[in-house]
């Protein structure tokens, strides 16, 4: 039988250990467990995408995630403003020497590749960050084929992704 807990200030009884505040006068229940409370930013999100590049059977949090997802959605959108700019570029300068088109298609051509480059060397690292998020969450490596479902799989994908993850440990590991 569950016994009822009460609070220490009010002495109302309550049962559900997951609150943290008492519902009668608001006093502090107990703290909740917060992991190693590794906090994330842009770029220490940005390094833990890749120093972490095969780990496919750990967790990781929200922050993490979200701002290893901005780092690299910057370099993509660095990639693409450079080919919009090029292109743009060429197109001003139409009535140019041959030379010159030259030039700005061997531009456009290297950032194209540097973009395809960066794709393919981000492939590995993002399925694995995506991975450990579901874990996060009590969820298998599986759901991560919704990606290959778009875009309602890629939608119901990054809901996954933005729920809170379990509190203390679950089977894929310790709180993140």
Known sequence: MNESKRCPSCGMAYDDDNLIVCLGC?????????????????????????????DFSSRSSRGEYWWAYLA?????????????????LAAVNLTAS???????KTAFDIVNYAS???????????LALIVRRLHDTGRSAVMALLLFAAPI????LMIL???????????FGQEP
Request: hydrophobic share 50%; glycine share 10%; no cysteine.
């Open 72 to 88: 690299n959605a910057i370099v993509v959108l660095f990639f693409a403003l450079a080919l919009v700019g090029i292109d743009h």
């Open 153 to 156: 799989g890629s939608a119901i």
């Open 98 to 104: 041959g030379d010159v088109r030259q030039v700005y």
């Open 26 to 54: 608001g006093a502090e229940l107990h703290t909740l467990p917060t992991g190693d409370n590794k906090k994330y930013n842009l770029i220490s999100a940005y390094k833990a995408m890749f120093t972490k590049f095969f």
């Open 161 to 171: 992704l933005a729920m809170k993850g379990n509190r203390g440990a679950n089977r």
């Open 116 to 126: 395809a480059v960066y794709g393919f060397v981000i492939l590995i690292p993002q």
